[in-house]
Structure formats: C-alpha cells, structure tokens
C-alpha cells in the first residue's frame, strides 16, 4: 500500500526567509500525481501545488515550488519569501489515477515576524 | 461556480441522536469522498464515490452511511452518535479520467460535536 510521510511535525521561518518542507513517498507506480494542500487555521483545505508523476520539470506557483525526485520518491515544497499568512498545516498527497489519496500527516509552519 | 458546499458548519448532537451531513459539488466531478478529521491529525477517508449509485468504504466508514443518488449530491449518514464521532467532516470532489486533473477540492467542513 501507498504511504506518504513527512518528517517534520513542526517548522518554523522567518519573514521574508525561504522553508523547505519535506515529503516522501513509497509507491510501485510510475504514473500518479503529488499535491501540497495548505490547512489555515480556518481548517479550509486549500490547494498549493500540483505535480505530475510523467513530468520531469519541477512545479511552481508563484511563490511555491517543489523539488520532484522520482527516483528517490521525495517531493519536497520551498516557500519563498515566506508571508505571515502562509503559517498553517500543510499536507503532502498522492494519488494514482482512480485510486484514492493518501495524505501525510502534516507539517505545522509557523512564520515568525 | 461554488464548488464543494457542505451544511450544516457547525453542529451539537446529543449521544444517540442522528443527523445527515450535505455535501453538494457543481463541477461534474465523478469523485466524491468524505474526510474526518480529529484535533492535531491528518485526514481519515470515511467513505468514497466514483459516481452517481456507486459507493465504497474507506478508512474508518464504522458508524457512517452514504449514498450518491446524483453526481452533484454525497450526504453523510451518522447513525446513532458517539463522542468518538466528534471531528470536523470534509467533503470532497476530484476528476478522474480524460481531461481531468484529479485534484481534489475540499468543502468548507463541518464541524460536529457529540456530547
């Protein structure tokens, strides 16, 4: 079975600073798709980052971005210029077509002014 | 376009008592799944729909039910409520298939409390 794991229960940053958040992943597949959620205090589950398994070039949005390493089955997210608003849980998902996610168990980021 | 909707936001029940929570999504997603989540955790598939009069169980589905009479529609069924359901339910709808993103989008949640 697929599982997503991330290693860092808590980070923290500094304004303006940059933070990278880890994921990894184990999985037999060669075709699936990864997913950054954000969990505000607001508990909405919002949607940060999307990548494609078959795509070699890393995802951005913005100020998100990842770093995709198929190989090693990690998928890590960089903030830049890290915003007070960004402080909240994140999540790591996997997902193979027609199956369901699997979410990690999120990482709290605290961003410090 | 408004997405995933979820109703009620927030809700008390009494042990014993039931309640159905409503999901609705207008984006013509097959998928549709339904989330717990307990304070300070990660999420729990209660149970999922790959489309309209198809439904599965997921993770923790004891003490749920769900049906999906229509693709916009996936209402949970808590039966006979326990303080262990206390948590905050999410909705959720993705595409899978030709054009699709699988993405999954997220309703606001529910937050209920079983006392």
């Known amino acids: 079975a697929q599982t997503v794991t991330q290693s860092q229960p808590e980070m923290s940053v500094q304004e303006a600073e940059t933070v990278t958040l880890s994921c990894t992943y184990d999985?037999?597949?060669?075709?699936?798709?990864l997913f950054w959620y954000k969990q505000p205090p607001s508990r909405q589950m919002i949607l940060v980052i999307r990548q494609e398994a078959y795509k070699q070039q890393n995802a951005t949005e913005n100020r998100f971005s990842v770093n995709f390493q198929k190989a090693a089955k990690s998928f890590s997210l960089k903030i830049s210029d890290s915003q007070l608003g960004d402080a909240a849980m994140y999540f790591c998902?996997?997902?193979?077509?027609?199956?369901?996610?699997?979410f990690g168990p999120g990482t709290r980021l605290s961003v410090l002014p | 376009n408004a997405g995933v909707t979820q109703t009620p936001k927030f809700r008390i029940l009494k042990i014993g008592q039931s309640m159905t929570l409503q999901c609705a999504q207008d984006m013509n997603h097959n998928y549709m799944y339904w989330y717990r989540q307990d304070p300070g955790m990660g999420l729990k598939l209660i149970y999922y729909?790959?489309?309209?009069?198809?439904?599965d169980k997921g993770e923790v589905p004891n003490g749920y039910n769900v049906s999906r009479s229509t693709t916009e529609d996936f209402p949970l069924r808590l039966e006979l409520a326990a303080p262990s359901q206390t948590s905050v339910y999410f909705c959720a709808s993705s595409y899978s298939g030709t054009g699709g993103t699988d993405t999954q989008y997220f309703g606001p949640g529910t937050r209920l409390t079983v006392l």
């Open positions: 729909s790959v489309g309209a009069g198809i439904t």
């Open positions: 998902a996997y997902r193979r077509n027609g199956q369901n996610f699997v």
């Open positions: 999985t037999s597949e060669s075709d699936y798709y």
